[in-house]
C-alpha cells in the first residue's frame, strides 16, 4: 500500500515506468519516518508483478507477489538489520543494509549485491536491488557501487534510501534521480493516526518532528521511556539531584537516541527563547521549558546544543555512554547554575 501522503511520488515514478524512462537508480529521501522503505518494496513489487493493478501497485496473487510476501525489511529507526539478502524468495530482489545499527555498510557486501544485480532475470524482467540506509556504506563501498551506478546492467534497478543523503558522497547522489519525501500536514497525519487508533496523535507526531510512521512507533508502550528518564535527569539535576546516579542511569540506554531528544530539548529551549508564544516539540513538558528558556543564557544553550551536534555526527565512533553523560550532565548543570 502506498501511503496517502506518497501519491505525488507514485504518481511521478509510475509515469516514468509507462513511459519507459525509469532511471537505473534512484535516491529515495527524507527524514525517518515517512515510509521510504515500504515505498521502495511497493516500487520493487509493482515492477517484479505479473499482473499489476491500473494503480500500478501489486496483484498481491501472481506467483512473483507470492515469493515477495515474506519480507525483510528492518526500519530504518530501530535496531534491527542484516546483510545482503533476496526478499523472500524471489531471486530477482535483493535487500542490503548494515549488519548492526550504526556500523558500515561493508565493501564485500556492495560487490555481492552488485554482482548478483548484474546477472540475468531469472523472471525475464527486471532485477531491483535495495540498499536501506545507504547513508552508512563506508568510502569503499561507495567507490565500489560507482560502477554499478556507471554501467547498470540492462532491466535493472538499484533503489537506495536514506535519511541522511548528505552523508552519501556526491559521486553516488549524481548518479541517482532523487525522489524527496515530505512531512504531510499536520492535520492529514493526525487524521492518519487517529486511523491507525494511536493516543496523544498530536504529541507523539511532534516528537516525530511530523512523520506519521515514526509517530505510530512512538505511541508503542514503552518507546518514549528513553526520553523519560532523560528529561527526569535533566530536571533532576536542576534540583541538585545526584549527577552520577542519573548518567548511570542514562547510560544504560540507547546513545544516539537520547542525544536526538536531548537536541529536540534545546531546541525547545531555543525556540521559546525567540518567542514564547512558539510551537515546541516537547508538548507534554512546555511549561517546565517556558521556565527554563526565561532563565537560561542564550549563547551557553548554543553551546551545548554545539557539543550535543558533534556527538551525534560520531555515529560510528564507539563511545563510552556513562563518561559521555557525566560530561553532558555536568555541561546542563552548570548551564542551569550560570541562570
Known sequence: ?????????????????????????????GQAGLGKREFAMQLARSLLCKHPQANGEACGVCEACLLLQVVH???????????????????DCLWLEPEEADKAIKVDDIRELCASLSLTSQFGGYRVAIINMADSMNINASNSLLKTLEEPG??????????????????????????????PDEQAAIAWLSQQKVN??????????????????????????????????????AQNQSLVSHAEALAKQPVFELLGWLHDWLVDVLRLQSSQKAEVMNKDYAAELQQLAQQLPVQRVYGLLDEVLSLRRMQTV?????????????SWQLLIKKA
Open 1 to 29: 500500500m502506498i501511503f496517502e501522503w506518497q501519491q505525488k511520488q507514485w504518481q511521478q515514478v509510475r509515469q516514468q515506468v509507462q513511459e519507459r524512462r525509469l532511471p537505473h537508480a534512484l535516491l529515495l529521501t
Open 73 to 91: 525489511t528492518a526500519d530504518e529507526t530501530n535496531n534491527k538489520a542484516t546483510a545482503v539478502t533476496h526478499v523472500g524468495t524471489h531471486p
Open 154 to 183: 540492462a532491466n535493472s534497478l538499484l533503489l537506495l534510501v536514506s535519511s541522511r543523503p548528505h552523508r552519501l558522497p556526491v559521486t553516488v547522489r549524481s548518479r541517482c534521480q532523487r525522489i524527496a519525501f515530505h512531512v
Open 200 to 237: 496523544n496523535s498530536a504529541l507523539v507526531l511532534s516528537l516525530a518532528h511530523g512523520s506519521p510512521l515514526l509517530a505510530q512507533q512512538l505511541a508503542q508502550a514503552d518507546a518514549l521511556q528513553p526520553r523519560q528518564q532523560l528529561v527526569e535527569a535533566l530536571l533532576g539535576v
Open 318 to 330: 564507539s563511545l563510552n555512554a556513562q563518561l559521555l553523560w557525566e560530561d553532558l550532565l555536568i
